[in-house]
């Protein structure tokens, strides 16, 4: 029996530490750490004692003997990846070799090095990665900080809620949420509540982890109109992010189209047809379920601009698509190139994983037919939303071997742009419009002493979970080597006095007995509705449930 890695691998390689045979990679050490779609034990090597598995905090590594039928296709995927790869590099020694035991970041400091103050704004995963370094490597207090009034960044309103097993990942992140160096300040807006300069001025160094939450605009007329938003803001509105309002998202239409093939785009596509009594096994937001189960969406449609070899999404995504019962998928076959894309794919190639699914030539001239399909639509682009105050369809290129024409219209009543996100400006921060990220060397904004970037603001909307970590151990190794050089600031002002300006200037604000609070409020009513949790949907619920205030919440 061996293990094998699944789905649901966030790649931030708690498990390569605990392997006592360096079967698992990329390493840390290796080029490629960061950049694969996840991590993958090498068959051949493993030696079925199963510390991975224990180690995993998404729970993604099984034996794969024991593999549900959903999961098959990875014991074949892992062994692929070490199909090319030579013992030489594994070996001890070995550019690519892991020390049993050892943690995969490390820390070397002075031993008169003094303790830090610093706050870390944004409590997703980078953010929470930052923290994590800090606190087990050294000395530093923290100051947790975000905008809304409660945790979990990305994992709480990013991560699909029929991924369960990733959102264990935020169980990792809260054991540091009631470390003894820990404070922490939900509800606070640096900008809003406190200028960056006061931050600054209370802590020796301050790191910005607010991710990349505006999307991307296609740049077509009618993209406006009413039944036109962007995938973000659905997938906060399926998330009960407080920002979004409830009926911010209408599904009586019976085909929606989704621009894009990346992994938001096919969350999108498989939230809108999965059977909402099996979403309501995870913790979709309760509006969002009562408009799925009251709605009409019977077809969703994937625009990709490039063939099936460009697709954004990656295979585990797919796989997941395959697998959705009682949903058909379909690929259009309008266009000659994706069918010859699909035959000519190797066996590692993304497009090889379509080379099973049905392809017709799909007749947009009517209503969709009967039952639930996601039609994957290559070699097409959106080029105007049609409607006079609403969406009532999509005008998109009909390919073809001359680069296609915008003869094609795809009725339907609600577009998703899945097209990518950029990061917003920060205030008091420098920002590069072009980018839409913060300007830093190794994390360190420029021309910003003592200030500092991690996850998206920094490096662009890239990578998941994991790749955070390594993000993360870059700034806070950047930090910690200005902190030794004596290049940070002297703060003015303590601990103390920080929390006093807080009190002053917002007196709503959440720490962390509170976020506890919320916790168990929204467990409780999860156990009323014979659910894990119903997530509080509004600022006001999740403040009440802070102050221990339940018979304030609705239900």
């Known amino acids: 029996m061996t293990y094998a ?58 034996p794969v003997d024991s593999l549900p039928a959903a999961q098959q296709e990875y014991g074949p995927l892992n062994a692929a990846y070490f199909a090319d790869r030579g013992d030489a590099e594994k070996a001890p020694g070995g550019p690519n070799f892991h020390v049993w035991g050892e943690p995969v970041f490390t820390r070397s400091l002075p031993s008169d090095f ?94 910005y982890a607010v991710g990349a939450s505006a999307g991307r605009r296609l740049g ?20 009960a992010h407080p920002e979004i309002a409830p009926d911010a998202v209408d599904l009586s239409a019976e085909r929606v189209v989704v621009v894009g093939t990346g992994n938001v785009a096919l969350d999108a596509a498989r ?16 509006h969002a379920l009562d408009a799925l189960r009251a709605g009409s969406v019977r077809e969703v449609v994937l625009l990709g601009r490039r063939g ?20 058909d998928l379909v690929v259009d076959d309008h266009d000659p190139r994706t069918g010859a894309a699909i035959d000519a ?103 910003r002493p003592g200030t500092y970037v991690v996850g998206w603001i920094k490096r662009g909307p890239s990578g998941g979970i994991g790749a955070n970590r390594t993000c993360a151990a870059e700034t806070v190794g950047t930090l910690l080597d200005d902190a030794v050089g004596g290049q940070l600031p002297a703060p003015h002002h303590g601990a103390k006095a920080f929390q006093r300006l807080v009190r002053r200037r917002n007196r709503r604000v959440v720490d962390a007995r509170g976020l506890a609070e919320i916790d168990r409020a929204e467990r409780a009513l999860g156990l009323r509705d014979g659910r894990p949790r119903v997530k509080l949907a509004t600022v006001p619920e999740l403040v009440a449930a802070a102050r221990g205030s339940r018979r304030r919440i609705p239900g």
Request: glycine residues 12%; contains cysteine; proline residues 8%.
């Open 5 to 62: 890695i699944t789905q649901t691998c966030c790649s931030d390689a708690t498990c390569v530490s605990v392997c006592p045979v360096n079967c698992i990679h990329p390493t840390p050490e290796e080029p490629d750490f960061g950049r694969t779609e996840m991590l993958y034990i090498d068959p051949k090597s493993c030696i079925d004692c199963g510390a991975c598995a224990d180690a995993c905090p998404v729970e993604a590594v099984f």
């Open 114 to 207: 003094a303790p830090l103050r610093v706050a870390v704004v944004g409590t997703g995963p980078a953010g929470m990665y930052a923290a994590e370094d800090l606190l087990l490597h050294t000395s530093a207090e923290v100051t947790l900080i975000d905008r809304l009034p409660v945790a979990g960044g990305l994992i709480r309103y990013g991560v699909a809620p029929d991924h369960l097993s990733t959102k264990k990942a935020g169980d990792t992140f809260a054991r540091f949420h009631t470390h003894p160096r820990v404070r922490m300040h939900l509800g606070l807006e640096v900008g809003r509540d406190i200028t960056p300069e006061e931050l600054g001025a209370h802590h020796d160094a301050v790191i």
């Open 220 to 239: 077509i007329p009618g993209e406006d109109l009413t039944g036109s938003i962007c995938a973000t803001t659905f997938v906060s509105w399926y998330n």
């Open 271 to 286: 939230i809108l047809v999965s059977d909402p009594d099996a979403l309501a096994a995870g913790d979709i937001a309760g």
């Open 308 to 327: 099936p070899e460009d697709a954004a999404y990656t295979r585990s995504e797919l796989l997941a698509l395959k697998h959705l019962d009682g949903v």
């Open 345 to 447: 794919a190797g066996p590692g190639d993304r497009a090889a994983l379509l080379r099973d699914v049905p392809r017709e030539a799909v007749d947009w001239s009517g209503p969709p037919r009967q039952g639930r399909r996601i039609v994957f639509r290559f070699h097409s682009a959106p080029v105007e939303a049609l409607g006079d105050t609403g969406l009532s369809g999509v005008r998109v290129t009909d390919g073809g071997t001359d680069g296609g024409t915008d003869g094609r219209e795809i009725p339907a009543g609600l577009l998703l742009r899945a097209v990518g996100q950029r990061g917003l400006p920060v205030t008091g921060l420098p920002f590069d419009e072009a980018t839409g990220t913060v300007p830093h060397e190794g994390g360190r904004v420029t021309g």
